[in-house]
């Protein structure tokens, strides 16, 4: 079991850049895959970027590529999001998850975090 702790977001200009942390509390980080979702309001969760136990698989919906970036620090337990460019559209709230299993994964999460407001103010 892993419990996940997000921290990092705010309020930030159009064009600006945040950077979000995700702290795992638990055993073998490197056994799950991470991923960052976002939920806006009266809109359904959906995923941001994935990446796998390694790090060195990754994934982004189209709306992010070339602008977010997915990282993790296995010796730390933290898995990033840094996100440039920011548009008025990718104001949500942001969760961290894991799932177990080292592969790469665009769903099906165990484990969640409580989340971060980004607002983005255009």
């Known amino acids: 079991q892993v419990q996940l702790v997000e921290s990092g977001g705010g309020l930030v200009q159009a064009g600006g850049s945040l950077r979000l942390s995700c702290a795992a509390f638990?055993?073998?980080?490197?056994?799950?895959?991470m991923g960052w979702f976002r939920q806006a309001p009266g809109s359904e969760r959906e995923i941001v970027a994935g990446?796998?136990?390694?790090?060195?698989?990754?994934y982004y919906r189209d709306s992010v590529k070339g602008r977010f970036t997915i990282s993790r620090d296995n010796a730390k337990n933290t898995v990033f999001l840094q996100m440039n460019s920011l548009k008025s559209e990718d104001t949500a709230v942001y969760y961290c998850?894991?799932?177990?299993?080292?592969?790469?994964?665009?769903?099906?999460?165990?484990?969640w975090g409580q989340g971060t407001q980004v607002t983005v103010s255009s």
């Open positions: 990446i796998g136990g390694s790090g060195s698989s990754t």
């Open positions: 638990g055993r073998a980080f490197s056994r799950y895959a």
């Open positions: 998850a894991a799932r177990s299993g080292w592969l790469l994964a665009v769903s099906d999460y165990d484990y």
